[in-house]
């Protein structure tokens, strides 16, 4: 692939973000995107301070490649959190869920370069102002957390693209090195990945969830939550239980009381298919098995250069 | 733009189909597609078959350039509409909302080349078997009707493109060259623009609904009415009646009572932007003016080369 403003300016090799996931993206899987090539995230989402210290410790000494952490501002531990990437020097941090002004300043003083993750025009202008260093944005078919507006990745790449000068990278639906060329034919400047690599073989996930992924078809998913925060689920028992709630108008509060507590810990990570809240995109329809990271990098590597040979042979 | 096998196939000069969409697209904004290059539709799903003939008769005098006519198969006048298709020999037919297989023999046996919609892949599979000229997949984004899977055009691009060896064209959030180019970079052979068409000089939309339309902004529109039969519209104080019937439990009942009759045309055609039934797409947010049709094109030739040449710079 190709050199662009985010490869130059985060010192990696391919304009490729592992997206940080919950349950999924630990050190290994991070350190093994970063030895590929692209940027590894550990997900600090499902972490406590103690059990992020040591991921970015186990990176630290696994690579010498640039790596990140993302955190979820809204998180209850999200403050604790961010002391420990300071104090660890990580060389990037992802914020999402809240407001890029409030730690951008700080992260920069302390050498960390700083992503904020959008989803609508509003919070990619705002995160621009804030001095970030790029911006993911994530459009309505990504997994997991999702944006309330609803707008599609290809819409955000070009309405974002008309106002925005730092590097942007595009998030969600991404399956394809022609995906990624495609993408960066319309003004990115890179990805982010996710569903991808949580179906990877460095991926912390359950083999059970990743089993799912593969044989996830057309319209497995759907995005539902949407009175206590949008989250895009893979088609199970819990889901069917949300959806039917919510098509008969349940109001937030019994959205919160059937969601529990610890329900994507007891799917995604422990493996309960049926009672597990299983948080991935609409591309799992294209994913068709388990690979290594090496192998999904290889892959996306001779699609991406195999669609850039057949452009340029257009006249 | 460029010669695909969707041009060769439907002899045009550029890989544009202008959607058919009711209340926008009469003869006048599909002759002048057709003679700027595109593949104009006349929209045949607000029509009597003897209005629908009165325009394709009109279009033929005005034109020698191909041109096409769209029909939901489910709608109430599908089968006397289409008996006036094949009377007047129109040379393209893009069917919707029904069985791809029911109809498309006899069109060739007329003579006439058939486009499939579908928005997921079962039905783009069912519409292969069935013989089609081409498919047109339709993603999430798009404006008016829409797919109950909620699959992105970004995400059906990639599935599709898999399975399916006929012509594909994209529809759904493309407002730039750009776009086309990057679909294309992932395999599309052309592409269907809807909302762009809807604000143009000559769509016979009402001059409220384009100012409207021109006037939007980032998550300006949204998909309701899926129990009786998702439809994306701008926001509006029908929208907001409908949203909050949804939101509530409101039964399929409830909302065909509240929908009630007309109500596009109220809108779009009369221009009652207050009660109307506004339809549109994302990319409804990126369209800044009213323009002709062939400044709309001129804007997406250049903007498209623009972006094959950078790609052409990469290494």
Same mark, same amino acid.
């Given at each position: 692939?190709?050199?662009?403003?985010?490869?130059?300016?985060?010192?990696? *090799? /391919?304009?490729?973000?592992?997206? $940080?996931?919950?349950?999924?993206?630990?050190?290994?899987?991070?350190?093994?995107?970063?030895?590929?090539?692209?940027?590894?995230?550990?997900?600090?989402?499902?972490? /406590?301070?103690?059990?992020?210290?040591?991921?970015?410790? *186990?990176?630290?000494?696994?690579?010498?490649?640039?790596?990140?952490?993302?955190?979820?501002?809204?998180?209850?531990?999200?403050?604790?959190?961010?002391?420990?990437?300071?104090?660890?020097?990580?060389?990037?941090?992802?914020?999402?869920?809240?407001?890029?002004?409030? /730690?951008?300043?700080?992260?920069?003083?302390?050498?960390?370069?700083?992503?904020?993750?959008?989803?609508?025009?509003?919070?990619?202008?705002?995160?621009?102002?804030?001095?970030?260093?790029?911006?993911?944005?994530?459009?309505?078919?990504?997994? &997991?957390?999702?944006?309330?507006?609803?707008?599609?990745?290809?819409?955000?790449?070009?309405?974002?693209? *008309?106002?925005?000068?730092?590097?942007?990278?595009?998030?969600?639906?991404? $399956?394809?090195?022609?995906?990624?060329?495609?993408?960066?034919?319309?003004?990115?400047?890179?990805?982010?990945?996710?569903?991808?690599?949580?179906?990877?073989?460095?991926?912390?996930?359950?083999?059970?969830? *990743?089993?799912?992924?593969?044989?996830?078809?057309?319209?497995?998913?759907?995005?539902?939550?949407?009175?206590?925060?949008?989250? #895009?689920?893979? !088609?199970? #028992?819990? /889901?069917?239980?949300?959806?039917?709630?919510?098509?008969?108008?349940?109001?937030?509060?019994?959205?919160?009381?059937?969601? &529990?507590?610890?329900?994507?810990?007891?799917?995604?990570?422990?493996?309960?298919?049926?009672?597990?809240?299983?948080?991935?995109?609409?591309?799992?329809?294209?994913?068709?098995?388990?690979?290594?990271?090496?192998?999904?990098?290889?892959?996306?590597?001779?699609?991406?250069?195999?669609?850039?040979?057949?452009? !340029?042979?257009?006249?």
């Amino acid at each position: 692939m190709i050199k662009t403003s985010f490869t130059e300016i985060f010192g990696v *090799k /391919y304009p490729v973000i592992q997206g $940080g996931m919950v349950w999924c993206s630990g050190w290994r899987l991070a350190c093994a995107v970063s030895e590929a090539g692209g940027l590894g995230i550990i997900g600090s989402g499902s972490m /406590y301070p103690e059990v992020l210290k040591d991921h970015i410790r *186990k990176i630290k000494a696994a690579t010498e490649k640039p790596f990140g952490v993302n955190v979820p501002l809204m998180y209850a531990h999200a403050d604790q959190l961010i002391e420990v990437m300071i104090e660890e020097k990580v060389p990037v941090i992802i914020t999402s869920a809240g407001s890029p002004s409030k /730690y951008t300043s700080r992260f920069h003083e302390a050498g960390i370069k700083v992503i904020h993750v959008v989803s609508n025009l509003k919070f990619a202008l705002k995160s621009q102002e804030a001095g970030v260093d790029a911006i993911v944005f994530e459009g309505f078919e990504a997994g &997991g957390h999702n944006g309330t507006e609803e707008t599609s990745t290809l819409v955000l790449m070009q309405l974002l693209r *008309k106002h925005i000068r730092v590097p942007l990278l595009a998030a969600g639906g991404i $399956g394809s090195g022609e995906a990624i060329l495609g993408l960066m034919a319309m003004g990115a400047d890179g990805v982010q990945i996710g569903s991808l690599f949580a179906a990877a073989r460095e991926s912390s996930a359950h083999d059970s969830f *990743k089993a799912l992924i593969v044989s996830a078809g057309d319209g497995a998913t759907d995005l539902v939550l949407k009175k206590i925060g949008a989250t #895009r689920l893979l !088609k199970n #028992r819990f /889901y069917n239980e949300v959806k039917e709630l919510e098509l008969n108008g349940g109001s937030a509060d019994e959205l919160k009381d059937l969601l &529990g507590k610890g329900r994507a810990r007891i799917g995604m990570f422990e493996g309960d298919m049926e009672n597990g809240e299983l948080e991935i995109g609409q591309i799992a329809g294209c994913i068709e098995s388990v690979k290594s990271v090496n192998e999904i990098f290889d892959e996306l590597k001779s699609s991406f250069n195999d669609a850039l040979n057949r452009l !340029k042979l257009m006249e």
